[in-house]
């Protein structure tokens, strides 16, 4: 029988590893999506989507799914969902591993303000309007209402559904990757002063990181979280060696 894996995804990387498992004898993946995107990309793998319901629902899921070994490949800043396959996979004794990528380094022309989570962010940007770029995510967009003072383009897969948004939005509608001179353009056609970004890390979006330095804009860089893991693998090809020294030979 292949060895039977749950895959936490939602990111390049978690895609990254269906379409290379995909049709593996040895493995038998389902890839989870948090179900937060209405029309997520296709997969080659099965899918299921929306939250377990905490670590109590997550255990039920891999009890009852003869789960036997999970990859935790979701996004640096999703730490509950990380902290839950800890939890879990502890309490049911299934290996997991933790598919981390590096942070975005700071060069010596970045011109980075670190701070600690997306209120001091908002926080930060001062008193003065200025023409800000936002690339976080849909949940977050709201923060940014308790500086109404400044004009944001935001950039998101989705349009947010909150209600509470800041007043002068604009919503630009789009999905990674991104390219450096595409990047240039939109910050300098759209007169940014400032970016507000997470070091998500990897390649996918850090065009607008090389474009801001390009620039010689500074950078509003949010933190990363702590993120509980569990086997850390760097990428993706070091997980599928993980799996199969999980999975059963000769399958
Ligand atoms: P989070 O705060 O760590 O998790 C919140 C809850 O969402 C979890 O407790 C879980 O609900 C559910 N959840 C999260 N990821 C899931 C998954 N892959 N499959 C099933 N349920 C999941 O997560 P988040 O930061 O909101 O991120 C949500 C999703 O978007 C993740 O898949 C992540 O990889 C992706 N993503 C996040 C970011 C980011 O900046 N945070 C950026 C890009 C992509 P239950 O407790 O009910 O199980």
Redesign the pocket.
Known sequence: MPLSVLI????TE?SALARKIAGDPRLAPIL?????TTNPQPQPIPIR??????IA??VTFLRREAIEAVVD???P??????A?AVAACRETDIPLASLVRAEWPRRADDQWQVVADTETAARALGDTPRRVFLS??R?ELHVFATAPQHHYLARLIERPEQETLPPDLRLLQARGPFDRIAEERLLRDERIDVLVS?N?GGMATYAKIEAARALGLPVIMIARPHKPAGAVVPDVDACVQWLHGLAPRGV
Not at 32 to 36: D, V, Y
Not at 77 to 82: E, F, L
């Open positions: 936490l995804g939602g990111t978690a989870s999506l948090a179900g937060r989507a929306g939250g377990f319901g905490g629902g997550l490949a979701t996004h800043y999703a730490d509950q969902m990380s839950h976080l995510g949940q997470k998500a």
